[in-house]
DNA sequence: TTGAAAGCGCTAACAA
DNA sequence: TTGTTAGCGCTTTCAA
């Protein structure tokens, strides 16, 4: 930056003034400045801008994991848009682990991220009030948080939708499974669909429920491979995820049983996964740029110092229908 | 720092040494700074260090689009590894653009990332000679470029696997679904198909290609719509992707035609796509944690100091049989 | 084994 | 509109 001014014929501050586009200089100087720049391809050091302002060009993301399809999605949208705005995203996997997840937050903090967006249940707010953070797809598991943006589409109804449109497709035994662990969309999904049961007066009982370890296509398969030697074979099947409902595909081909001939399915997500596996997947879709795109506009607008109320937003879904649903 | 060092009645050169490491304190000096920092929480600030040092604990990945699912597992992998070691990686989607690509180059190295992992054709050895830097799944667009470390799969090999296997099911009428654009990967498959079917003597024409603007489900089966419209079809099919071959399934399967009964299909990259989608896909099975494990390696022992020459690294690939090429 | 102090590249307060 | 300068938190040389 020395350099820079020296060459441009002025001091470093006001080479500083220019990069930094706060207007107090003249014209011819900053078109001089801008050139010997352009000329030298200088590029101002991150490491003592943070140093200097506490705060860097980036946004650490922490993301349960970003094989999924519904996450890697969610991921590049935010990705995009920030980088738009000028910021770089350090991305964190916690493979649903909360102790890789505090340790990521950690280090995302030592790093001077000018702001965050978390994909998790749990909530940091005491420990960093000042740093901008919205709360992604996924509730607070402490249902008594209120503090923080939480933006999340409307799980409980999703879970709901799937499960009537079963019901109109006739189904009379349907079979949910879900994933438990430290997802609390799962429940909120699940919780969904009992609504729909009562509602049509269906009874559900607990050994139509099968209850993941985690969420994965191999798992899903085996258990329901277990399920179907051991139970009466359901007319329908509502699963919390697409990738579940992936693996359940896979077991009833095994099986012999055909979708939606004998078994209706469901899934959740709406990702591409729903639309390339056949016969296609009716599914709960969730509006993944919508999520994004006001994840970074809340943080934006703390960037910029505007004062933003905490809140909880939740997003419509809407319901995807394909073959596997129909009737 | 400060702070820190007061506390522990010391300075602040002895905490950085005990916070680095460097052996040269007392025990006792050192069990004292290790408690205070820990009742304080004290989190050493990366930018400050990286100004002074001029390389944080953050590493650069450039991916050329997250949502693949090969792209997502291999940048788990990495970021998994990394971070294990210390550093944490900024991920940067470019959607396959070469202008976005540059861009978000010139943002890593105005954080001084230490490293770079490079999924890319594109070299850029001469700028950056100091800054560990590996190029990974991708060859160099210019063959001539012999410098810098790549790490790649035997692609031709994988493309001559995918074909000898069609052939060997008995097709003699063989499509091959491509993409073309910046991935030199995918002429590099292709090839391999060419040599397989040279080696069997079997004729290829100009109009049993399908080259695609890009890689994905939709225009996929768009395209393999229009084709089946216009064309003779065909009794085998080699992609050079999984997610192509998912675009064909959709297609084949609204035209009635069966896999493998009909027409035999094989993937490349055998990503959970090729294990969910049904029937089960045959694919090119790459080395996923094997790539990734290899360019943290290269990247560790050049930030340890150690010399380590440039060289090309091809993975042997293996062929992940299915139903959709039985016979 | 320890401490003092310089300085990494930048921003912002202050002065001009 | 511009320049001078202090100092952000850390590492590292030099001296003790």
Do not use: W
């Not at 349960?64 to 590049?76: G, M, Q, R, W």
């Not at 340790?103 to 009030?129: D, P, T």
């Not at 997500?269 to 596996?277: F, G, H, K, N, P």
């Amino acid at each position: 930056m020395q350099e820079i001014a020296e060459l441009a014929g002025t001091s470093v501050a006001t080479v500083s003034r220019v990069i930094n586009r706060n207007g107090r200089y003249s014209k011819e100087t900053e078109a001089r400045v801008l050139k010997v720049i352009r000329d030298n391809r200088y590029v101002p050091n991150e490491s003592a801008k943070g140093l200097r302002t506490t705060r860097t060009q980036t946004i650490g993301v922490v993301v349960p994991d970003i094989t999924n399809p519904h996450f890697s999605s969610l991921v590049n949208k935010i990705e995009t848009g920030m980088f738009e705005r000028g910021y770089s995203c350090i991305i964190c996997n916690t493979n649903e682990s909360e102790q890789l997840e505090i340790k990521h937050i950690q280090s995302l903090r030592a790093q001077n991220v000018s702001g965050m967006v978390l994909i998790s249940c749990l909530r940091y707010h005491a420990e960093f009030r000042n740093l901008p953070t919205v709360y992604l797809d996924r509730p607070a598991k402490d249902t008594a948080i209120n503090e923080g943006i939480m933006i999340c589409s409307d799980n409980d109804q999703g879970g709901y939708l799937a499960t009537k449109e079963l019901l109109a497709a006739g189904c009379k035994k349907i079979l949910v499974v879900k994933a438990h662990g430290d997802d609390i969309n799962q429940t909120i999904r699940f919780q969904g669909a009992m609504r729909a049961l009562e509602e049509e007066k269906v009874r559900f009982s607990k050994d139509m429920l099968l209850d993941l370890d985690h969420v994965s296509i191999k798992q899903a398969e085996q258990e329901m491979d277990a399920f179907l030697k051991k139970k009466k074979i359901p007319d329908g099947i509502m699963t919390t995820t697409d990738t579940i409902a992936v693996g359940i595909y896979l077991s009833l081909r095994k099986a012999g049983l055909r979708v939606p001939k004998d078994i209706r399915l469901t899934g959740f997500d709406d990702c591409y996964l729903a639309e390339s596996c056949g016969p296609g997947l009716t599914s709960v879709h969730q509006d993944v740029s919508q999520m994004a795109s006001m994840a970074i506009d809340f943080i934006m607008r703390r960037l910029k110092g505007d004062a933003v109320e905490d809140g909880r937003y939740y997003l419509p879904v809407t319901l995807t229908r394909r073959e596997s649903t129909a009737y």
